[in-house]
Every structure is written in C-alpha cells, then in structure tokens.
C-alpha cells in the first residue's frame, strides 16, 4: 500500500497525465459536434447546477466574464441555454438550461459511457478489476480536488 507522503511528483505526474489523455480522448463525440470543449463544459456545468448567475458560473468554470459570455451567447443561439435579467437586478443575468441542453448532455453522457465500457471490455481483465477496485479512491480524489 502507498502511503500519503510515498506520492513523489513524478507519480502525480503520471496520474495526472494519464487522468488527461483518458479525458480528451473521452471528450471527443459525436453528438457534442459543433461545440467546443469549453462550451460543453459551460453546458454540463448549467445543466448540473443551474439556474446560475453569471459570475457564479465564470467562477465554476474558471473563465473570464468576456469568454462566458461569448460562450453563453453560442449556446443561447443553439438553443441550448436561455439568459435572462435577473429578477431583482437588470443587470445581472441568469443561464438556464433548455430542454434541448439537457438532452444534448444526456446524449454527449451516453456516448462518453459507451465508448468508455467498450474500451474497457478490451482491457485485460485483471487491469479492468483494479480499474472498478480503484473508483472509490478516485471519486474521494476528484472530491478532494
């Protein structure tokens, strides 16, 4: 068993590497064509947590207000979210997701699992239960995170 303090930087490193190219490679699908990583994220983020106020969803998404914004407004032509002036304050706004986001994220899911089982069906079967062995501790660290 590896203890805390046996972590070295070049096996965090690997870790984070291989966590990388795991989500790229997984970010890839279909039924997201046409929109970009951010915007993806942007969606799955108001379709999770949402209704959100503008700055609240820039700070869960680590973007600047000028980039949400674009984001927003790609999405809100799409069909995908709706902005709105906050009742209370005009000048604020709220995003929303629509139906068709909703469903959009359902369907980038979908896909995502699908292809995700599939690869996993090819991996050799004692790595694959390891794999299962190891998702608790890796929700822990993504909570953590």
Do not use: K, W, Y
């Amino acid at each position: 068993m590896v203890t805390q303090s046996a972590i070295d930087s070049e096996t965090a490193e690997r870790l984070r590497a291989v966590i990388g190219r795991i989500q790229r490679r997984l970010r890839a699908t279909r039924a997201g064509e046409g929109l970009t990583p951010s915007q993806i994220s942007v969606l799955f983020t108001v379709v999770g947590r949402g209704p959100l106020g503008i700055s609240e969803l820039a700070e869960l998404e680590a973007l600047n207000p000028t980039m949400l914004s674009r984001i927003v407004a790609h999405l809100c032509q799409q069909g995908f979210v709706r902005r709105e002036a906050h009742a209370s304050d005009r000048r604020a706004a709220t995003v929303s997701a629509t139906a068709a986001g909703r469903r959009l994220r359902e369907r980038v899911q979908r896909e995502r699992a699908r292809t995700l089982a599939a690869q996993l069906d090819a991996v050799d079967p004692q790595a694959r239960e390891q794999l299962l062995a190891a998702l608790p501790a890796l929700e822990e660290l993504a909570e953590l995170l």
